[in-house]
């Protein structure tokens, strides 16, 4: 059996729920551990290193619009891109969060990184949701709806965080199935590259990833991928507060990561939007790790056997 290319991965810890319309994801990354991340991806030969988890910077900024808990959220996001752009000089990057707000900063950080690189970068957003409202555009003003509107550029962001802007067409949404109507109208004015569950049930998932990451191959692109909790069905995930019915079954979600692992362009990971506080028993933080492995090089026959 060939073993995984081995990696330095750093671990940094958000614990950012400020973005969300409830509480909870601050705990997400404690449950990450305790279901086992770290140990996971060393036993699959990589070198891992646990930052812990960064502290808000001070922050100051308004803008136009309805954006709940914009001091926050910005504090959060320029520490976390000042602390992943750091990490990504020495390897690879998983962010265990907190609510989606956290890929303001995740996604800020591999721009800078592909830029100093004089490389592309392509985002996978694996997520029920499209992330792609703006503060002009949003009815609930919760900011973890709105970074990959931030990162294609969209007006209303001035000053949130540092970074240079993707081209939309470099955005790939992939298990959509819940998009508020303006959302909807922008993404396809950008050219933004949406797979929703129809797309998945009418096509497989499997084609689908594959022509994804061999547009990031072609542009010789690095690749940030974003795994939203309610990407997954909630029968099988049930701990997030945003759950949609209909989402990416065990299989659907293994095999998408498993050929982000094998691509080998991953540079950052976000984990995010897991609420313990709504779990079963931990069930959704260890298929969340048990994901997170696969993108870094576990196969379907070296999975463990769970316990009933």
Request: charged share 25%.
């Amino acid at each position: 059996m060939r073993r995984p290319v081995s990696r330095t991965i750093t671990l940094i810890g958000a614990p950012i729920e400020e973005g969300a319309g409830r509480q909870g994801c601050s705990m997400g990354p404690k449950a990450l551990r305790l279901a086992g991340l770290e140990q996971a991806l060393a036993d699959l030969g990589h070198s891992v290193a646990d930052r812990g988890d960064v502290a808000p910077v001070k922050a100051s900024l308004s803008l136009p619009g309805n954006a709940r808990n914009l001091v926050a959220v910005t504090g959060f996001s320029r520490a976390l891109a000042d602390a992943g752009e750091a990490a990504l000089g020495e390897g690879t990057v998983v962010y265990l969060g907190g609510d989606h707000a956290l890929s303001f900063g995740s996604v800020a950080a591999a721009l800078r990184h592909a830029e100093r690189r004089g490389r592309p970068l392509h985002v996978l957003w694996l997520d029920a949701h499209a992330d792609f409202n703006t503060p002009h555009t949003t009815t609930s003003g919760n900011m973890h709806g709105m970074p990959a509107a931030f990162f294609c550029g969209e007006p209303g962001f001035d000053g949130l965080v540092d970074c240079p802007k993707m081209p939309p067409h470099r955005l790939h949404l992939l298990g959509a199935r819940s998009i508020d109507p303006a959302e909807a109208d922008l993404l396809e004015v950008r050219g933004v590259d949406v797979n929703d569950m129809a797309e998945i049930d009418e096509h497989g998932i499997g084609p689908i990833v594959r022509r994804i990451l061999e547009q990031v191959v072609e542009d010789d692109a690095l690749l940030h991928v974003s795994l939203d909790v309610d990407f997954l069905d909630p029968e099988i995930a049930p701990g997030v507060g945003t759950t949609v019915p209909g989402g990416a079954t065990l299989r659907e979600a293994h095999l998408a990561m498993e050929m982000v692992g094998r691509c080998q362009r991953m540079v950052s990971l976000d984990l995010v939007e897991l609420n313990p506080f709504l779990d079963d028993r931990g069930r959704s933080a260890r298929l969340m790790v048990d994901l997170a492995a696969s993108a870094f090089g576990r196969r379907i026959f070296d999975r463990p056997t769970q316990p009933g």
